[in-house]
DNA sequence: CTTAAATGTAAAGTTTGTTTTACATTTGAA
DNA sequence: TTCAAATGTAAAACAAACTTTACATTTAAG
């Protein structure tokens, strides 16, 4: 499972923290994600991209792991 | 959180079983996704969408708890 | 250079996903 | 109607998501 979380963000210039509050998640959860240390719920996978306004598929990917 | 996975196996004429085996894992965690007992992980929900070739987003949909 | 904001990281704890086993009920085909 | 397959359900156990607190490091702006 990667993730580009922190390539929109960077887009967008949001921190770690200000994405955390609009999905509704601490900030070390964001953080945690973009070092993909684990995998979230589709929920919240689903609020990210909608944040983001791209399918979930355009931010996340599976991987050989998964 | 709602979800339609039991359409699109009765579209495909699929059983719990089957769908479980496919994606790995147990027919009990299909039983229950279906009931919306409970929210699956990216990567199930991804499996899940990938099976039936159709985007995330358009099997599992956020509900107001979410 | 200094300071504040942002990020990385880590441990302990809580909650929730997922498995396993096991059994009861429904459904469909013969 | 009968039998097998499919589904519903439930409890115990385990794994993984997520929070909280707390601190160290990096980055950027003044």
Not at 33 to 54: D, G, R, T, W
Request: glycine share 4%; no cysteine; aromatic share 6%.
């Amino acid at each position: 499972m990667k993730n580009t979380i922190h390539v929109e963000r960077a887009i967008r210039r949001i921190t770690q923290a200000d994405l955390a509050s609009a999905v509704g998640v601490s900030r070390q959860t964001i953080n945690a994600l973009e070092a993909a240390k684990y995998v979230p719920s589709v929920v919240l996978a689903m609020k990210i991209a909608n944040y983001f306004e791209k399918p979930v598929e355009a931010i996340f990917e599976l991987g050989e792991e998964d």
